[in-house]
């Protein structure tokens, strides 16, 4: 067993995972997640072939993220997770970037990713747009952007496995360009004029590059059991782009590396010859066919191994499904291709080169003896397939026969054993093959326009190159002791590792100063990052004269040129293997150096010299890893012999090319070796400028290119199998792959650097909770500084072991973020843990006393009504023992027991009936409805008017009705009288019949009232004008007014008789005088009589003046009479007389006529005035009666609601309902509207908030309401701060289903209390057990995380009911209450159904009070003080003593806990709320398992930042 550590995998096995912070990932076998802050060590037993990665990372990186550079800790653990993550999201992203390097996972299916919608969505955007996912098209526009800004050439390098995914992405960026190009000549059709007509343009151009794919793929793509459709070369193509038309393409050249010939003489089981054989064998027209002698596939040696192994499997691929192999579609493409690239001809050649090889591997030899290791002459057993081969490829049968049998040695010919004939047929057919895919490769060139030039063309500066290049392989590690080596690394490999070896230098180069780049862009201070750079072990492998390439080559020479080595060709590869030992023998074991100081340090020998591999192996230790290589046959290899005289015979050949390849001065030339060609196209491939002389080259073609960029693809799995070819991802087959992408050596260097890179905001986000003191962080203005402090915290303490720093600060800030190294973010990481461990401990101690206190609380609670119970019970007994002592027998005793609870029960009901029904009954009497009726039909009799007759013979009608209906429902009542729904209709009913009869009775006063008023108005009437009017008419008739002005005037009109004081001018203002007051008097008489007009004394006053004034007047006439006599004794009398004479006249007429006039206006007003005062009456008649009946209605309604809101308070207070609040039992106190003090403020008062609240006592106290009280109104009593309002929502009714009768169900939610423990748990079993005797059981499963049951259902092996082992309890049924979320006509039923059964009567008479009554006593309540101190107030039965439960046992500071305070704390960070009882520091709040405990201590000091949460309903309590 072992333990894992992060970033590490195992296969099957047990394994110990290390805690760590982070995920472990389940990827081939089902394991459960164990991503869980608080994971411990676990013990993971991993199935046979499967195996397990522990990813441990920081907390910021366990999503996904699309550029993992962006990754907080980069390491190959979190590289591994995102990928995989991201692989297996939906929809998958199997794109991502690590920087600027694009990493594809083969999705290993068709995607639509790669569709037109996708090139348009990337043509034109910004390299790495955060709006973008990673894509291919992304890094292909990248290219072409630059391409376009600085007309450098580009170069996008492709690497990976077989079957990553090369060749795919190769195919999308070549596509993507295309697009771009089309893009462009469509933009820039106006002004296309380019020249150059040389060069195909436009689409030609385009589709040939797709056509070119398709015939280099028919040639050089096979299928291997990792890919049915491998390309066995690699390819570099570079597209040319018009200098005219910007963005254009103009043409493309393709560059082939390393075509594996070995394919075209032999394959490994399962797998195929290169493509283009099957397809001529299958579809070739048949005429072509037999004219080039062909027949089916499996009558060919090289198509079907010698022993015929892979005769059957061709047709299908390698997969598990066998899907067939797409050959059908390939043909008629290659079809296609040739056409458009106009190469029938070169194509007749190629089936005849084709042909050729295929007979090539069918000819047989044979030694005379059958001896085929002798070195006598053997013979060709089937020569006819020598002359189709003669004929195919235009040589001379005859040589062509003597060349395959004998050899030229110096001058003299010796013939081949069967063996080495064999050997040199092989050689032959690949060396053909191998020409002839160059050919085919140089027409394409052409038909590209890429001309024949090769790479050194240098007709255009703008291009993008693509590299698809084979990635690193290793098919096995050093050859191990016991078993000799099956599939060794050779040529191949080296020659493909040192190309990957190569570019990976490459790809140091260019990214190294890059990330110093970045560093200075943050302004941090890095020196140099230092690496394991791999620059020595390319040189030792193919730079300078003692090279392994080079070492090769003298070998080689060696071995070609003497008789010894060409004896026994192991010699030759030993000696090369010799000789690089030689050159570069370590000094020291080198297998196990950690650093390499100098190239000798990058090769290693086999340790036993002894041993013969020893001497034919080495090893190289690649930047991906070590690759042992075995010398078999290498030589052989590099020399890649073809016989001189098979050379000088093809130069003859009547095909031109063909014998243009092998003339003889070329040839010789390129027989150099294997290995110098290699090297040489490999420089001219990368070659940095410094090498260019020495290498004898031009400069490397990726040199040449700015910019270069990255894809690595990876291959999800390796081989393909049925039903998993999605999202299926083998960690350790891609964890190497990634290694050998090199990716690995990214990671290390960028931990050279800071491999920790976080946001600052990020960084202060993890870390804060490093500082306990929140203050002091809040204090340190800069965000700078509060980093610095934190890092500090960590950097600083001398008990953090920081490692080897390489003489860097452990961290650094930047511009933008907080940089750290390995070191110290694991330290940081470590320490943020073990704080916030600390805090987890001191919030589950917290959370412990807490739940134990609420126990207690309950227990108490608990106690008055399990003593009621007993005493029940021992009420019960002594009846019996009672009656037992009578000499009863038990039984006897017991049925006179119940027949004296029944009778009882019976005198219950009698008194129930006297208590509830009588009363109703007797109010209904007291109405007298029959009388009120009578009453009204009277009074509609005496009502003049038809109308109001009708209305009170209506209203009579009404009350008759509402009377029967009434005592319809108090019927209903007595039938049924503990119906309470019965009851309260019957009560309301009556109540409503009092309202009516009330209502009738004020209504008929008013109607005798109104009549009564009527009939006044009109005697007045009458009366007036009877005697009131003539009276007045006499009073204007006398003519007072007359005389009065003819006094006023007659001092004027004899001025001169009055100046001769013939006239005593004071007598005459006093007869003036004495006139105007008596009239005066006589009006207010008059007045006063029109006010009472039916006053018999003021009528005789009136009279009495009329006839006072007429005396009066008559005297005043005499004086009158005495003065004129003195006027017209005096002068002028006559005359003046009768001009006195004539104006009294006058005046004596206008007095009549006005008289008149006034009599008529009377009469009209009189007349006007006696309708006037009947609509009048009854006007005011009406307005009365809204006023009253609005009075009313306020009076009513609010002494409805105050009625209810008391007496339901009153009712429930006596009920002591329980309700779970927060998981608290609480006791309703309240149940109503709350109203706010609006009395005071407005006195149109009204019910204004009507919404439901309930009033609770809480056993736990401070609340933020105390004592039942807001705004100054006293809702209930309650021990102080034990009061809290509450909206029902967040309530669950108890129900007492034990009391109601109704029985429990499976399903339903209970509560129940014991002596220890409040449990809440679902029913799944309801009924009896074989131990309960007789009383019903219930089975629970408890919800409670830990294992509170007893149970895993089953008692003695009976199964009552399946729940996890010890989460089941059994109950007694009539101990559990159901408990339900608050629904208010559930809580209805079951409070009335309470009431019921306690005898408490929320709505009876008793209950209401008179409104005065009411008032008085809210005025009293609000008057009445919170209770002032805990001893004023006796403790009620059910809330216990402080002193029984909150004292904090041992506790120094008394500490009383509270919880569920709506306390709120300003916004944190974190869910945290920090707080001290006495010296001890805890925490409570939401965080990982505690959950919603809310909850402070008292007497806290609550500091820092927090917040409560409050609104969660229940408490989560963790461990008991
Ligand atoms: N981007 C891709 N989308 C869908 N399938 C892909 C993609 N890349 C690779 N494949 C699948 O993987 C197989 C191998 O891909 P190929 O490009 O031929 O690999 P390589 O060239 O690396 O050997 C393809 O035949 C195809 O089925
Ligand atoms: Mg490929």
Excluded at 1308 to 1335: E, I, N, P, Q
Excluded at 1368 to 1377: L, S, T, V
Aim: aromatic share 8%; net charge negative.
């Amino acid at each position: 067993m072992s333990a894992l550590h992060q970033g590490q995998w195992a296969e099957s096995g047990e394994v110990v995972v290390e805690p760590f912070w982070g995920e472990l990932c389940d990827t081939c076998c089902e394991l459960p997640e164990y991503a869980h802050p608080q994971a411990r060590p676990k013990l993971v037993t991993v199935p046979r072939g499967g195996s397990v990665t522990v990813v441990a990372m920081s907390a910021t990186n366990v999503a996904g993220r699309a550029n993992m550079m962006e990754l907080a800790d980069l390491n190959v653990g979190e590289l591994m997770h995102n990928l995989r993550i991201r692989y297996k999201a939906s929809p998958m992203e199997y794109y991502t970037y690590v920087g600027d390097i694009l990493i594809v996972v083969n999705p290993m299916r068709p995607t639509p990713l790669a569709d037109v919608e996708h090139m348009h969505a990337y043509a034109g955007t910004a390299f790495k747009d955060p709006a973008l996912r990673p894509h291919i098209f992304a890094i292909a526009e990248r290219a072409y952007t630059q391409l376009l800004e600085t007309s450098a050439p580009q170069a996008v390098i492709i690497s990976g496995e077989s079957g990553a995914g090369k060749t795919y992405s190769t195919r999308h960026v070549l596509d993507f360009l295309a697009f771009r190009s089309r893009k462009a000549a469509a933009a820039g059709a106006a002004d296309a004029t380019d020249a150059d007509p040389a060069i195909p343009r436009g689409s030609d151009s385009l589709s040939n590059l797709g056509a070119a794919s398709e015939i280099l793929e028919a040639l050089g793509n096979s299928k291997t059991l990792r890919n049915h459709n491998s390309s066995r070369f690699g390819k570099f193509v570079k597209i040319y782009f018009s200098h005219t038309t910007p963005g254009v393409i103009q043409g493309a050249f393709i560059q082939t590396y390393l075509l594996e010939k070995s394919r075209i003489v032999d394959q490994d089981d399962g797998e195929r010859n290169y493509h283009i054989f099957y397809l001529m064998l299958e579809y070739l027209d048949s005429e072509i066919r037999s004219e080039l002698g062909l027949g089916p596939v499996e009558s060919y040696a090289y198509l079907i191994g010698s022993t015929g192994a892979n005769a059957s499997s061709w047709r299908v691929q390698p997969d598990a499904a066998a899907t067939p192999m797409e050959d059908a579609e390939r043909w008629d493409d290659l079809l296609a291709a040739i056409g458009a690239l106009g190469l029938d001809d070169v194509f007749a050649d190629v089936w005849r080169v084709c042909a050729a090889i295929l007979h090539l591997g069918n000819i047989e030899f044979e030694a005379p003896d059958h001896d085929t290791s002798s070195s006598t002459l053997c013979t060709i057993t089937n020569p006819e397939l020598v002359s189709h081969v003669a004929r195919l490829l235009c040589v001379d049968e005859e040589a062509l026969t003597k060349t395959l049998l004998t050899c030229k040695v110096v001058s003299e010919s010796r013939s081949y054993s069967v063996d080495k004939a064999k050997a040199n047929v092989d050689a032959l057919a690949k060396s053909l093959y191998a020409k002839m895919f160059d050919k085919v490769v140089s027409a394409i060139n052409d038909a590209l326009g890429g001309g024949s030039g090769g790479l050194d063309s240098s007709r255009s500066r703008a291009w993008i190159g693509v590299l698809d290049i084979f990635g690193f392989e290793s098919f096995q590690d050093h050859p191990d002791v016991k078993g000799v080596a099956t599939t060794a690394n050779t040529f191949e490999q080296l020659c493909i590792n040192l190309t990957n070896e190569r570019l990976q230098r490459y790809f140091y180069d260019e990214l190294i100063p890059k990330q110093l780049e970045h560093y200075a862009a943050e302004g941090i201070d890095v020196d140099a990052i230092q690496y394991d750079d791999n620059a020595m072990a390319v040189d030792v492998l193919m730079e300078g004269k003692f090279s392994v390439l080079s070492l090769l080559d003298d070998a080689t020479r060696t071995a070609t040129s003497l008789p010894k080595y060409r004896a026994d060709p192991s010699l030759g590869d030993n000696l090369w293997v010799q000789l690089v030992s030689e050159a570069h023998a370590p000094s020291k074991d080198n297998l196990k150096l950690t650093k390499r100081a100098t190239e000798h340090d990058f090769l290693g020998w086999f340790a036993d010299q002894l041993d013969d591999r020893a001497s034919s192996s080495f090893c190289v230790h690649h930047f991906a890893g070590t690759v042992w290589y075995s010398a078999r046959g290498c030589i052989d290899k590099n020399s890649d012999k073809v016989a001189t005289d098979c050379i000088e015979l093809m130069a003859t050949s009547g095909t031109e090319w063909l014998a243009a390849c092998y003339d003889t001065g070329r040839a010789s030339a390129e027989r150099a070796s294997v290995a110098r060609g290699f090297a040489r196209q490999l420089r001219e491939l990368v070659c940095p400028p410094a090498w260019k002389s020495a290498a004898n080259v031009s400069g490397g073609e990726l040199d040449a290119a700015a910019n270069p960029l990255f894809v690595r693809c990876v291959k999800p799995i390796c081989r393909r199998q049925p039903g998993k070819t999605h999202g299926w991802l083998e960690d350790h087959k891609v964890l190497d792959q990634l290694q050998s992408a090199g990716m690995y050596a990214v990671i290390q260097m960028r931990q050279a650097g800071y491999p920790t890179e976080l946001d600052k905001a990020e960084f202060l986000d993890v870390y804060w909770e490093l500082e306990e003191d929140v203050k002091v962080l809040m204090d340190l203005r800069s965000e700078d500084d509060q980093i610095h402090h934190l890092a500090r915290l960590i950097a600083s303490d001398p008990g953090v072991v920081l490692g080897d720093l390489r003489g860097m600060p452990p961290y650094q800030v930047g511009k933008t973020k907080v940089f750290m190294k390995g070191s110290m973010a694991s330290a940081m990481a470590s320490a943020l843990r073990a704080v916030q461990d600390s805090k987890l401990t001191r919030m589950e101690a917290a959370a412990k006393h807490l739940k134990s206190l609420i126990r207690m609380s309950l227990v108490s609670s608990r106690l008055p009504e399990l003593r009621e119970t007993a005493a029940a019970r021992f009420e019960y007994l002594r009846r019996k023992r009672a009656f037992i002592a009578q000499g009863l027998t038990p039984e006897q005793a017991d049925e006179a027991i119940r027949r004296e609870d029944e009778e009882a029960a019976a005198r219950e009901e009698e008194r129930y009936v006297r208590k509830h029904y009588a009363p109703l009954q007797n109010k209904v009497d007291e109405a007298q409805v029959p009388q009120l009726l009578d009453a009204l039909h009277a009074s509609a009799n005496e009502e003049a008017s038809p109308y109001y007759a009708a209305e009170i013979r209506e209203r009579a009608a009404k009350l008759a009705r509402v009377a029967n209906a009434v005592q319809a429902t108090l019927d209903a009542f007595r039938e049924d009288v503990h119906n309470e729904g019965a009851k309260a209709s019957a009560a309301a009913a009556v109540h409503k019949l009092r309202k009516r009869v009330k209502k009738e009775e004020v209504a008929l006063r008013a109607d005798a009232d109104r009549r009564e008023a009527e009939a006044r108005a009109a005697a007045e009437a009458a009366h007036r004008a009877e005697r009131f009017e003539p009276v007045v008419a006499e009073l204007a008739d006398v003519g007072v007014e007359a005389a009065i002005q003819l006094l006023s005037e007659f001092e004027t009109a004899f001025a001169p008789v009055v100046e001769a004081g013939k006239i005593d001018v004071n007598a005459l203002h006093d007869r003036r005088a004495r006139l105007v007051r008596n009239l005066a008097r006589a009006k207010a008489v008059f007045e006063a009589w029109s006010a009472d007009i039916f006053s018999r004394k003021l009528e005789k006053k009136a009279a009495a003046w009329v006839k006072r004034l007429r005396v009066l007047l008559r005297r005043e006439d005499d004086a009158m009479e005495a003065d004129l006599v003195v006027v017209a004794k005096y002068s002028k009398v006559s005359q003046v007389r009768v001009k006195l004479d004539a104006a009294r006249e006058a005046k004596l007429a206008k007095l009549a006529a006005r008289r008149e006039e006034l009599l008529a206006a009377e009469e009209a007003k009189a007349r006007a005035a006696a309708a006037r005062a009947s609509a009048a009456v009854r006007a005011e008649a009406r307005r009365k009666r809204e006023t009253e009946r609005a009075a009313r209605k306020l009076t009513r309604q609010r002494t409805r609601f105050l009625r209810k809101l008391r007496a339901s308070a009153t009712a429930l207070n006596e009920a002591g309902l329980r309700v779970l609040y927060q998981n608290m039992p609480c006791e309703i106190r309240y149940r109503g509207p709350i109203t706010f003090n609006f009395a005071k403020r407005d006195p149109s008062y009204d019910v204004r908030n009507d919404e439901m609240y309930i009033g609770l006592e809480t056993p736990v106290g401070k609340h933020s309401y105390n004592s039942g009280a807001i705004s100054g109104v006293k809702y209930f009593k309650c021990y102080p701060q034990h009061g809290v309002f509450v909206e029902p929502s967040k309530l669950y009714s108890i129900d007492p289903l034990a009391e109601r009768g109704k029985p429990l169900e499976v399903g339903d939610k209970v509560w129940h209390a014991d002596s220890r423990f409040l449990r809440t748990g679902y029913v799944l079993f309801v009924g009896m057990t074989h131990f309960s005797d007789g009383a019903t059981l219930v089975g629970v499963r408890l919800d409670q995380d830990e294992a509170l049951g007893n149970t895993d259902g089953t008692v003695d092996g009976l199964r009552y009911f399946d729940v996890e082992f010890a989460r089941g309890m059994f109950f007694r049924a009539d101990e559990c209450y159901r408990i339900a979320p608050w629904d208010d006509s559930e809580a209805e039923t079951i409070i009335a159904d309470y009431c019921a059964l306690h005898d408490i009567d929320i709505e009876s008479e008793s209950g209401y009070m008179s409104d005065t009554e009411v008032e008085e006593k809210l005025f009293e309540a609000e008057q009445e003080p919170a209770y002032a101190d805990v001893d004023d107030e006796p403790q009620s039965g059910i809330v216990p003593s402080p002193s029984d439960i909150y004292q904090l046992p041992g506790s120094s500071s008394a500490a009383v806990m509270s919880a569920m305070g709506s306390t709120t704390f300003p916004q944190s960070p974190s869910e945290f709320a920090l707080g001290s009882v006495g010296s001890e520091t805890f925490s409570v709040g939401a965080l990982g398992g505690i959950g919603g405990l809310n909850g402070s201590i008292d007497d806290l000091v609550l500091e820092g930042l927090g917040s409560f949460n409050s609104s969660t309903d229940d408490i989560k309590l963790n461990a008991a």
